[in-house]
């Protein structure tokens, strides 16, 4: 379905995409947490055994930048964009090197703006999963999701 691009007025409720898969490793862990959550138990293989996750484990900010290029190179064919306003995120289990990271996608609600004729909110629900299917991290973001352009036809 990456082929597709898709409106407000293509989507219902139910509608369901899956994303391509990523391959995270030793490396992108401790190299995302470096940078951004420099935090023991996600750079350095020896600290995390005696961790609360017993191993290294991906920042959960890293699998949400994981679970955000997922949906945009493949997994959420927006026309416009994904466009956040908001959410709830959760992360049950950690993710590890050489999980393989895919994130599958519900659209959970539609409400057509009433200010903004050209554009709705979208609530939807993605899950990442790993290669075991455990859910890795639960997404319920808001969306602004714009309409079709007057005139324009859809194209599948």
């Known amino acids: 379905m990456?082929?597709?691009?898709?409106?407000?007025?293509?989507?219902?409720v139910g509608d369901r995409f899956a994303s391509e898969g990523?391959?995270?490793?030793?490396e992108q862990i401790?190299?995302?947490?470096?940078?951004?959550d420099p935090q023991l138990f996600h750079t350095d293989?020896?600290?995390?055994?005696?961790?609360?996750?017993?191993?290294?484990?991906a920042s959960g900010w890293h699998t949400a930048a994981i679970t955000m290029r997922l949906l945009?190179?493949?997994g959420l064919p927006l026309a416009d964009g994904i466009i956040g306003a908001g959410g709830?995120?959760?992360w049950p289990h950690p993710t590890r090197p050489g999980d393989v990271l895919r994130v599958e996608t519900e659209v959970m609600e539609i409400v057509?703006?009433?200010?903004?004729p050209d554009r709705g909110m979208v609530t939807m629900r993605c899950e990442t999963r790993n290669q075991r299917g455990e859910v890795l991290q639960h997404f319920?973001?808001?969306?602004?999701?714009?309409?079709?352009?007057?005139g324009g036809a859809r194209v599948d």
């Open 2 to 12: 990456a082929d597709k691009t898709l409106y407000l007025d293509d989507l219902k």
């Open 22 to 26: 990523h391959e995270i490793d030793a």
């Open 30 to 36: 401790k190299a995302f947490a470096k940078l951004f």
């Open 45 to 57: 293989e020896e600290a995390a055994k005696n961790s609360f996750f017993g191993g290294l484990a």
């Open 72 to 74: 945009v190179t493949s």
């Open 88 to 90: 709830q995120l959760s």
């Open 112 to 116: 057509p703006s009433r200010s903004r």
């Open 140 to 150: 319920l973001p808001k969306l602004v999701v714009m309409r079709r352009p007057q």
